[in-house]
């Protein structure tokens, strides 16, 4: 596609459920970041790709969040028993090769936590 | 520890009005500074600035980066409603991994 995809556009949950989020870079981009935005502040990071290995998870809250990137494209965010803390708006870019290369946004998936 | 902050939070100005958004940054080896328009969901991007003094023009938007203070800032001219949206910047640290964004500024056009 032209530009990176997320799907869901929406995911509303109940608290202890376990949910997934997937991200669709720009085709070609070797780095794949996850991000998540609070009401009112800038997205934050999560998680850094570089192919198929996160080159730096540093910014995961804790062992309930993981992510995958099984073959250097598409890529899962998964949370499990999740919290209402939870949510919040979970965006993924992509950048050709790695973080000083400028990163194009998807639309974002809205996790929503009851 | 790395600190990004941008001013004002908030802003409500008329269509026609000029605004400046000002970001400052404290970050241990700064290569360059991102800007991005985020309207709904995806942030965009707008500008990238890497030398100090030497201003980025994109019809009514332009950035200018200064090093030496430490902050950069983003002018819009003869706003449109279209503009608004929460503008968002985010300094590129060498050797990191990840970018650290401001908590934005919410700009506001009114008819």
């Known amino acids: 596609g032209a530009g990176v995809s997320q799907t869901p556009s929406n995911k509303v949950t109940e608290k202890g459920k376990y949910v997934e989020l997937r991200c669709d870079p720009i085709s070609g981009h070797t780095a794949l970041y996850w991000y998540r935005q609070s009401l009112g502040q800038g997205p934050e990071f999560l998680i850094y790709f570089q192919g198929t290995g996160a080159a730096d998870d540093s910014g995961l809250p804790n062992d309930r969040f993981f992510a995958v990137r099984p073959e250097g494209s598409v890529s899962t965010l998964k949370i499990q028993r999740t919290e209402r803390g939870d949510s919040a708006v979970y965006l993924c870019?992509?950048?050709?090769?790695?973080?000083?290369?400028?990163?194009?946004f998807g639309p974002g998936t809205r996790l929503t936590v009851l | 520890e790395d600190k990004v902050v941008q001013s004002p939070l908030s802003l409500v100005v008329h269509e026609g009005d000029t605004v400046t958004l000002n970001c400052s940054y404290e970050?241990?080896?700064?290569?360059?500074l991102l800007w991005y328009k985020q309207e709904k969901k995806a942030p965009t991007f707008l500008f990238m600035l890497?030398?100090?003094?030497i201003e980025k023009k994109s019809g009514r938007l332009s950035s200018i980066l200064d090093k030496k203070e430490l902050f950069s800032i983003l002018n819009i001219t003869a706003t449109q409603t279209g503009d608004s949206a929460i503008y968002l910047c985010?300094?590129?640290?060498?050797?990191?991994?990840?970018?650290?964004f401001g908590q934005g500024t919410r700009l506001t056009i009114n008819p």
């Open positions: 890497t030398s100090s003094g």
């Open positions: 870019a992509s950048s050709p090769r790695g973080p000083t290369d400028t990163q194009y």
């Open positions: 985010a300094p590129v640290i060498q050797g990191a991994q990840k970018l650290v």
């Open positions: 970050v241990t080896n700064f290569r360059s």
